[in-house]
């Protein structure tokens, strides 16, 4: 019914430089899964990086829903279908990358928990909660050289 996957958008993360964790929703035909404001008792997709030692995280941005009418439920509700791409912004911090830590990490897990319900036009599924875990590596941080006068 529903793939669902996250990767970083660089190659690496460095020290103080935003990147982007991208979870994806590959959803199949005829199927969707919520999202933006509802009513009370429809659950909206949402996307989190769980603390992580040495990360910063910032809000996730999501792409624009789609309204979508229910005749038989005389609502109409925010919807995603097809595939669907959530961005997080995350940094690493001085705790990971510490100067005088001489045992740096090649990588960092970034933790990466999923809320979500897969609908059809007649049925909803349960709703689900999913962790994935993005393994990204660190790139050290290069110092630009000293101009001499």
């Not at 982007?20 to 909206?44: C, K, M, Q, S, T």
């Not at 990466?112 to 962790?131: A, F, I, L």
Request: glycine share 6%; charged share 20%; with cysteine.
């Amino acid at each position: 019914q529903i793939t669902i996957t996250a990767c970083l958008a660089d190659d690496s993360l460095k020290f103080e430089y935003y990147s982007n964790v991208y979870v994806r929703f590959e959803l199949e035909e005829g199927l969707h899964i919520y999202g933006g404001d509802l009513p009370e008792g429809y659950i909206a997709t949402t996307v989190s990086v769980e603390d992580t030692t040495g990360l910063r995280v910032g809000e996730p941005v999501y792409p624009e829903t789609t309204p979508m009418r229910f005749d038989a439920l005389d609502v109409t509700l925010n919807v995603y279908e097809g595939v669907v791409d959530i961005a997080i912004p995350v940094s690493l911090t001085a705790e990971v990358m510490n100067w005088t830590n001489p045992n740096k990490p090649k990588s960092i897990s970034i933790p990466v928990k999923v809320d979500y319900q897969v609908c059809s036009d007649s049925v909803c599924y349960m709703p689900k909660s999913e962790t994935l875990t993005v393994e990204a590596p660190v790139t050290a941080l290069v110092m630009p050289g000293m101009r001499r006068q």
